[in-house]
């Protein structure tokens, strides 16, 4: 063999290894986290999370965000869209990847104001006033408590509630379940255990149609 | 079109050897951030620095044959090699969490991968630095 036919050779089998190697990790991938999405407790599956949407709905997103995550905001109102234009057949589940640092205090106040049923309308404002207390990716909690408390929560409560063992729980759960998962940017979406091939709200739309379809149009 | 030394020869080979292993290696590490999504912390970015020109550098030094390439790309394969080394002794513990210079971010110390109980990413990264110095100097005795 002539040299620059090795050299040829070489690069297209190693990019070759390269592409069939991340089909195959991609696919096992996948095939774990959809058994995952079919048990009822898995770290794809908890309990304790916040959803919107019938229970029954045979279409679930699981969405990993951080409060603090500009495209997590981005998303937030398209996914609720995404949600109505299929009536009681998709659900969203809001799980939490807190990666900026001091995102997960600010995830702790969520929680505590899920206690007080304000969870949507919380979460509405923290991403409303996201530019002002993340600004620069670093957290400011205690902006975050003068941004919450226009909400009318019993903020007392809400100051001892952000510290409640289970809601440490539920935060270091969910950290531990992206891991697992393999979530290291946010948001990351699963829809019924299936990711999007490339990142992108079209992407995430044309999977959820494709998982529609499956379950209800076959 | 093909030159009259577009024959293959033992020095050529050992090159392209090298070459080979280090294109593996940049791809590999690839494969971990890009396909299997792991962040790479701040040492791995340091051997991906003096990795990832190698591929690059030992191309040119086979197309024609340049011998003058082995000294320039030496010394970037042995300073990967010190940091690939630092690494694997952070990752192992016999180098103290306190003397880490990634404390903020991702942590050095997070194990990744786990193959047979010992292989971890900075133990085929120090591998791959051993594996193309040792050719890279038996090119060199060939040479001299």
């Not at chain 1, 935060?171 to 979530?183: E, F, H, K, M, S």
């Not at chain 2, 191309?59 to 690939?84: E, N, S, Y």
């Amino acid at each position: 063999m002539k040299k620059h036919q090795l050299v040829i050779f070489g690069a297209a089998a190693l990019l070759i290894m390269f592409a069939v190697g991340g089909y195959f990790y991609k696919q096992q991938r996948s095939k774990k986290t959809q058994a995952m999405a079919k048990q009822t407790e898995s770290p794809l599956s908890r309990a304790y999370a916040q959803t919107l949407g019938p229970a029954d709905a045979k279409v679930v997103i699981v969405e990993f965000f951080d409060p603090g995550c500009e495209t997590c905001r981005m998303f937030a109102a398209p996914v609720k869209r995404l949600l109505d234009s299929y009536p009681g057949k998709v659900r969203l589940v809001k799980r939490y990847a807190p990666f900026h640092d001091g995102a997960d205090k600010v995830v702790q106040i969520l929680e505590a104001a899920r206690l007080q049923g304000k969870y949507w309308e919380t979460l509405d404002l923290l991403f409303e006033g996201q530019h002002r207390w993340a600004d620069h990716h670093s957290p400011n909690p205690d902006m975050v408590w003068q941004l919450v408390a226009s909400l009318g929560l019993d903020m007392e409560r809400l100051r001892r509630d952000v510290n409640d063992p289970k809601i440490l729980a539920i935060v270091r759960q969910d950290i531990t379940d992206a891991q697992a998962l393999g979530v290291h940017k946010t948001p990351g979406f699963f829809v019924n255990g299936k990711t999007m091939s490339s990142f992108g709200l079209e992407q995430l739309q044309a999977l959820v149609a494709q998982e529609v379809e499956a379950q209800y149009e076959r | 079109m093909a030159d009259a030394t577009d024959s293959v020869d033992t020095n050529w080979a050992l090159l392209f050897a090298c070459w080979l292993l280090v294109s593996a290696a940049s791809l590999g590490s690839l494969f971990f951030s890009e396909v299997m999504e792991l962040p790479p912390c701040t040492l791995c970015w340091y051997q991906r620095i003096f990795m990832f020109p190698l591929p690059i550098l030992l191309a040119m030094g086979l197309f024609p044959f340049d011998a003058k390439v082995v000294r320039f790309a030496l010394p970037i394969a042995f300073l990967g090699w010190v940091v690939a080394a630092y690494h694997l002794l952070l990752h192992v513990g016999v180098i103290p969490e306190g003397v880490s210079p990634c404390s903020r971010g991702v942590s050095c110390k997070t194990k990744y991968l786990d193959i047979f109980g010992f292989v971890s990413i900075p133990l085929l990264s120090l591998l791959a630095f051993s594996s193309v110095i040792t050719l890279l100097l038996i090119l060199r005795r060939r040479l001299a």
